[in-house]
């Protein structure tokens, strides 16, 4: 399993960050590479919430289902995949040093399938998930920095 780990200091308050990552209608505006993040439950927030979702990466489209395992408001948002495209993240929120500031820990994990699919899909996923990483981060603070 592969594993991008990311921590950034976004100058807006933490209620604000959390609810603008916990809100499933934003994930496709910030996630990189995510063109559809829709429900599969009546529940669309908060833990036992489910989303299917289509990656671009490169020329393959990986689709997944996850759902969200552990949901602390204000402070943990977590996902493990339970179809298709084995993708966990964790997003971690905590009050930054400077008053109205949030510090932002993510972890994206990732498996690939074995034989020669997943030799073309390491080659891919490796600088994806750092671009990811970085484009996520600047979707964020555009969104919500003042």
Known sequence: MGEVRHQAVIRSPRESVFAYVDDYRNVPEYMFGVGRFTPTTEVTQG?????????????KELTSTVRCV??????????????????DTAWSFADGDEPGTTVLD???????????????????????????????????RAALEV
Do not use: C, N
């Open 47 to 59: 833990k036992d919430s489910e989303f299917e979702t289509a990656i671009k990466v490169g020329p």
């Open 70 to 87: 552990d949901w602390v408001e204000g402070e943990l948002i977590r996902l493990e995949s339970v179809k298709g495209f084995g993708a």
């Open 106 to 140: 993510v972890v994206f994990g990732y498996t690939l399938p074995g034989g020669l699919a997943g030799k073309v899909l390491s080659g891919l996923i490796g600088p994806f998930a750092e671009q990811g990483v970085k484009h996520t981060e600047s979707k964020i």
